[in-house]
């Protein structure tokens, strides 16, 4: 241990002291770590290619310390600073790590720790290590998680040895092992118009249950943003609310994004490359998630939990070529991520494949069709190659979930038992907080056992045992006011 060192292991067994005066101090060790399995957060694992340290350009100083034998000191007990303003989040969770976000308004020096958790216990201090913010005060930190399927918090700490401040606690589990087989309850809401009541991301961040949440695009409505400072504007605006802060501390997210991220149904081909550059450094900076080392501005990734779920997490609008809408080379995703998305869909091995979809790929009734353009099936020669493949593919637990049309749905993809899809169900979810869409009671049995306009955030329950998926749409004051259980 050199001098630095020193003084940093100082710095922190300082904080500790503090951080821990009056606190139970459980001396308590993770001890089984058994994480080695599953860190699929990639591509399929086949060419991940993820950083392993900072997650975005901000910066882990040192490599923290070691999981498992620290006293858990008790966070609670500092004082939240208001420093923190857009609140703290979490994303890309792996089975052994995740990537832990804020950004910070202040100026001291900065640590993140990680404790995990046995039930309302700080059992343990996982991890600790000093960040540096990068420009705007964004932090994206890559951590290990020690326990794969536990349950963690974590929080920024302020300052050196006299810290008493700390952003909110944020709560997330780790991804399960490779081998786990166990149910899951995830979370998911689309579309949130600035501006607007948050009442239900309000009402999903008072849960403590989720294992996981979808962001499914339209998280913040940018129209009309053209530089950076102007995407950081429009993403302030939400994540400053108590909705966003709550649900976003909650849970970790995984994100993909829709067209109001960049502008109302945006064009990739002739967006000017500035704007598109600053909307993109916009997402990747408010969102907890990793950038792909070979890849860096690519959202499209998937995430596996054990032998329960594979997500995968889609970019439709950045890829799209609308010029090729109805040809017979119709892009709506890239030829490689159709390739990445049909392979990993027949060769996973997980009970339940979910894919988040911006916009929905089920044949929509006719009263829908004046958007057509815009989704997939503007690019029915995609689109129905894509669907022909998993249909004779024939994957099972295969679900699409998607938010985009303000208005909430269960249906089978194809129209009827003779069309494309039929066997493929898809659900819409959200708005979270928009002005419902009306032409959902035009999609109706048999293709659609139930839609609604109202607002809502959306759980789904993934059983294993017995290939059911139980999806219940939920409303701000926490009442689920539909449910559905389908076997797909
Ligand atoms: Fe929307």
Redesign the pocket.
């Known amino acids: 241990m050199d001098r630095d060192d020193e003084r940093r292991a100082l710095t922190r067994r300082e904080l500790l002291r503090l951080a821990g005066a009056g606190a139970t101090t459980a001396l308590l060790g993770c001890g089984d770590d058994d994480t080695s399995a599953d860190a699929s957060l990639g591509d399929g694992g086949e060419d991940a290619g993820l950083s392993g340290g900072g997650a975005n350009d901000a910066s882990t100083d040192d490599a923290g310390t070691d999981a498992g034998e620290r006293p858990a000191g008790d966070p609670e007990s500092l004082v939240e600073s208001d420093a923190f303003g857009l609140g703290v989040a979490s994303g890309d969770v792996r089975a052994d790590g995740a990537v832990l976000w804020t950004r910070y308004d202040g100026s001291d020096a900065l640590h993140v720790r990680v404790w995990r958790m046995e039930g309302e216990t700080y059992a343990a201090l996982v991890h600790e290590a000093d960040v540096t913010p990068a420009d705007g005060g964004f932090v994206h930190v890559d951590v290990p998680l020690p326990q794969a399927g536990a349950r963690y918090r974590y929080a920024f700490v302020e300052g050196e040895g006299d810290a008493t401040q700390r952003s909110p606690i944020g709560r997330l589990r780790a991804a399960f092992e490779a081998t786990t087989l166990a149910p899951l309850v995830i979370g998911a809401v ?2 949130t118009r600035n501006g607007r009541s948050f009442g239900t991301l309000e009402r999903a961040g008072m849960r403590d249950d989720f294992d996981t949440f979808l962001l499914l695009g ?1 998280t913040t409505y940018a129209d009309g943003a053209v530089s950076l400072a102007d995407y950081r504007g429009k993403w302030a605006e939400n994540l400053a609310t108590p909705g966003y802060r709550a649900l976003r501390a909650a849970t970790s997210v995984y994100a993909s994004w ?1 067209d ?1 991220e960049i502008d109302n149904n945006w064009d990739p081909e002739t967006i000017a490359p500035a704007q598109f550059r600053a909307a993109l450094d916009a997402f990747f900076e408010h969102t907890p998630a990793r950038r792909l080392s070979e890849s860096p501005d690519r959202i499209w990734r998937s995430a596996r939990w054990g032998q329960t779920l594979e997500l995968f997490v889609l970019d439709c609008r950045s890829e799209r070529r609308p010029s090729t809408r109805r040809t017979d080379d119709a892009t709506y995703v890239s030829a490689e991520q159709l390739a990445w998305l049909q392979r990993g869909l027949s060769e996973s091995t997980a009970v339940f494949k979910v894919v988040m979809n911006s916009v929905g790929i089920s044949d929509f009734p006719l009263l829908l069709d004046a958007g057509s353009n815009d989704r997939w099936e503007g690019y029915p020669a995609q689109r129905e190659a894509l669907l022909r493949f998993l249909d004779e593919a024939n994957v099972p637990g295969l679900l699409w979930i998607a938010g ?1 049309f ?1 208005f909430a749905c269960l249906g089978h993809v194809g129209r009827d038992e003779a069309a494309l899809g039929w066997n493929q169900w898809e659900v819409l979810v959200g ?1 979270g907080a ?1 002005v419902g869409n009306p032409l959902s009671s035009s999609c109706r049995p048999p293709q659609f056992p139930f839609a609604t306009r109202e607002n809502n955030y959306t759980d789904l329950a993934f059983d294993p045992a017995s290939g059911e998926v139980t999806i219940r749409w939920i409303d701000a004051d926490g009442a689920a006011f539909a449910t559905q259980t389908i076997r797909p």
Request: proline fraction near 11%.
């Open positions: 689309s579309c339209d829709d109001h985009d303000h708005p928009q």
